[in-house]
């Protein structure tokens, strides 16, 4: 599974792979073999390329705030798709008509949200299955979902107009 995760200004592109009883996970260039177990509610200890670490993790809305004994932030995650669309939709908060179209080829997998609904930021609007992989696309900014282009099952192509907010 390949995600991006950012914290503060950093952003790297992560990809998470089973390995037997624990992951192989790359970051940037550099691949770690972890295990990881919860040790309490919020706790999790991992062993990352035989190193033994202790980090607390709590959910706040969309983000987690990740603390270890060093250093404490909040860290996000999200999928490629929907960095993508955050990327070519610039800033955050405008209102304005927005075409979300998809970024790769793929399956639509389900319609979440109706025609003339009012949808709020983060809101799941159309699940796409693109390499294997289920990728809710979501709304970028409150409005008004105008016009949805596809419907379950459907395939789609880089680029076909999936659903337009105002």
């Given at each position: 599974m390949d995600l991006i995760v950012r914290h503060g200004e950093r952003e790297e592109?992560?990809?998470v792979h089973r390995n037997g009883t624990g992951y192989e996970i790359t970051v940037g260039e550099r691949t770690y073999q972890v295990d990881a177990a919860t040790a309490r509610a919020g706790l999790r200890s991992l062993r990352i390329d035989g190193s033994h670490h202790e980090v607390?993790?709590?959910?706040?809305?969309?983000?987690?705030?990740?603390?270890?004994?060093?250093?404490?932030?909040a860290v996000s995650v999200t999928d490629p798709l929907t960095h993508l669309a955050a990327q070519t939709h610039g800033g955050k908060g405008r209102r304005r008509n927005e075409k979300v179209a998809a970024y790769m080829p793929g399956r639509v997998v389900a319609i979440l949200a109706q025609e003339g609904e009012a949808v709020t930021a983060g809101q799941g609007i159309v699940v796409l299955e693109a390499m294997k992989m289920q990728n809710e696309i979501r709304a970028e900014h409150d409005g008004t979902l105008a016009r949805v282009h596809v419907q379950p099952g459907q395939a789609v192509e880089g680029g076909d107009p999936l659903f337009e907010l105002e």
């Open positions: 592109r992560v990809r607390a993790v709590r959910q706040i809305k969309e983000s987690y705030w990740v603390s270890t004994p060093s250093a404490a932030g």
